[in-house]
Each structure stands twice: as structure tokens, then as C-alpha cells.
């Protein structure tokens, strides 16, 4: 198993994206990675435990990241910032 895969096991994640400058020409080594992450029904975590796993993944990909619930998204008043993100996400981990 990979170490995604074992990190979304663990963590309840149904699916794990990537959206933002690590897919553009500009992600640079100041670069942090912009995660987006849709948990297992009944697996969304709080606020501490969302900001383990930020931790676990960022030492995992020895970088900062930031880490987006998509459901958060999909909701978002915002549909310019919405419709970027989504567009944008190459998923990376699905269960």
C-alpha cells in the first residue's frame, strides 16, 4: 500500500486532490502544496484532528499544506473561488 493510500486509510479519507500551484509551472521550492479531501461518511474530523493530519501529510510531503474539506467548497458562497478549485483538482487518492 502506498503511503497515500495508508495516510487516507488511516484518516477516514474517501478521496484526496491536488488543486493549486503544485500543478502549475509556478510551484516553486517556497511552494506550499493545496490539498482538497472529502472524508468517509461519519470520519470528518474536528478541528485538532484535522490539524494532525494537516501535520502528518505535510511531513509526509516535506512541505507546508494546506488542507481543504471539499464538501466546505462545494458549498462556498464564493463561485469564483469555487468553480477555480474545482476545475483545477487532479484527484490523487480515491476509495
Known amino acids: 500500500?502506498?503511503?497515500i493510500a495508508a495516510f487516507c486509510d488511516r484518516w477516514g479519507v474517501e478521496e484526496l486532490a491536488l488543486f493549486g500551484s503544485v500543478l502549475r509551472k509556478d510551484f516553486?521550492?517556497?511552494?506550499?502544496?493545496?490539498?482538497?479531501?472529502?472524508?468517509?461518511?461519519?470520519r470528518t474530523?474536528?478541528?485538532?484532528?484535522?490539524?494532525?493530519?494537516?501535520?502528518?501529510?505535510?511531513?509526509?510531503?516535506?512541505?507546508r499544506v494546506d488542507l481543504v474539506h471539499r464538501p466546505t467548497i462545494e458549498r462556498s458562497q464564493n463561485y469564483i473561488r469555487?468553480?477555480?478549485i474545482l476545475e483545477s483538482a487532479r484527484v490523487v487518492y480515491a476509495a
Open 1 to 3: 500500500m502506498s503511503d
Open 82 to 84: 469555487r468553480k477555480k
Open 45 to 63: 474530523p474536528g478541528l485538532f484532528v484535522a490539524a494532525r493530519i494537516r501535520r502528518e501529510l505535510a511531513e509526509m510531503c516535506h512541505r
Open 28 to 42: 516553486g521550492p517556497d511552494s506550499d502544496i493545496d490539498v482538497l479531501v472529502r472524508f468517509k461518511a461519519g
